[in-house]
């Protein structure tokens, strides 16, 4: 048995790829509520089984969920 691949939904990758952003400016960039921003945040740090946004981009990138450029703003 191996380990499931991990997925993630288009707003959590839109999240993902913004976490070098303040809250309240990832809110507003994909026009939702601060908190909707969180929870989003809550379900990436759980999938990747980390506790900080560097550590949540670190563990996106080394597992092929996302490449670098996709956080150059």
């Not at 691949?5 to 507003?28: C, H, K, N, Q």
């Not at 506790?51 to 703003?73: C, D, M, N, P, Q």
Request: glycine share 6%.
């Amino acid at each position: 048995m191996g380990l499931e691949p991990i997925t993630l939904t288009s707003r959590e990758y839109d999240v993902l790829t913004r976490l070098g952003m303040t809250t309240s400016a990832i809110a507003e960039d994909l026009e939702v509520t601060v908190g909707t921003v969180n929870k989003y945040y809550y379900r990436l740090s759980a999938k990747l089984n980390a506790s900080t946004r560097a550590e949540i981009i670190i563990k996106a990138l080394r597992l092929g969920l996302v490449k670098v450029w996709e956080f150059i703003v």
